[in-house]
């Protein structure tokens, strides 16, 4: 069994590279077909949410993959993925002129959490900085226009926070991260989300 990367858009071969240096084999995700392929894991990658949820809906892969979420399957999502999964969103209010329609999700929804994009604002889009996560010392953390999570849901639950803001959470096999791992050359997330 292999971990699938979602490889519509975003940083997803730097997801590989990392799950390559954890022993796990992977695989990427572009259209529905690829689903039938064998993973049982699954990495949500960052990039742009709102083109991400888009592609996979229109390319089917919205629904059969928020099935198998429920379902139990592990997993990892990061910045735009993390907008992904989480259950609500609230807008960073640079986007009132668009159609609010199909442009805002929520998309896969299963992480019980409110997340705010671009939370960060214009000024601080990238920083760095490092703080534990579910017990891992001093995790490097790289964030790039990055939403951090307003509103944690009884069922999830904060495993890492900066400057008083939730970065990270976890929800059974669910992880939903603001920054991005894959960019470290630190691989002891993805190795324990191998693990899970
Ligand atoms: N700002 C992006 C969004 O709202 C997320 C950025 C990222 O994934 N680095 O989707």
């Known amino acids: 069994?292999?971990?699938?990367?979602?490889?519509?858009?975003?940083?997803?071969?730097?997801?590989?590279?990392?799950?390559?240096?954890?022993?796990?084999?992977?695989?990427?995700?572009?259209?529905?077909?690829?689903?039938?392929?064998?993973?049982?894991?699954?990495v949500l990658p960052g990039g742009e949410s709102t083109v991400q949820g888009k592609l996979l809906r229109e390319e089917g892969m919205l629904a059969p993959l928020r099935e198998r979420i429920e379902a139990g399957m592990p997993v990892l999502a990061t910045c735009a993925g993390l907008i992904l999964l989480a259950r609500a969103i609230a807008g960073d209010g640079s986007r009132e002129s668009e159609p609010r329609a199909a442009q805002t999700g929520p998309w896969i929804g299963t992480l019980d959490v409110t997340v705010k994009r671009n939370a960060y604002g214009r000024q601080l889009g990238s920083f760095h900085t490092t703080a534990p996560v579910d017990g891992i010392p001093n995790v490097p953390m790289t964030f790039i226009r990055a939403p951090f999570v307003a509103n944690v849901g009884p069922a999830a639950q904060a495993i890492a926070t900066v400057d008083g803001h939730v970065v990270a959470v976890r929800q059974g096999a669910q992880i939903g991260l603001a920054f991005h791992p894959e960019l470290d050359g630190d691989r002891r997330i993805h190795e324990r989300f191998v693990r899970l």
Do not use: N
């Open 1 to 42: 069994m292999a971990t699938a990367v979602l490889a519509l858009q975003g940083a997803f071969i730097e997801h590989e590279r990392a799950l390559a240096d954890v022993g796990e084999p992977s695989l990427e995700l572009r259209c529905a077909a690829d689903l039938s392929r064998p993973f049982d894991r699954l």
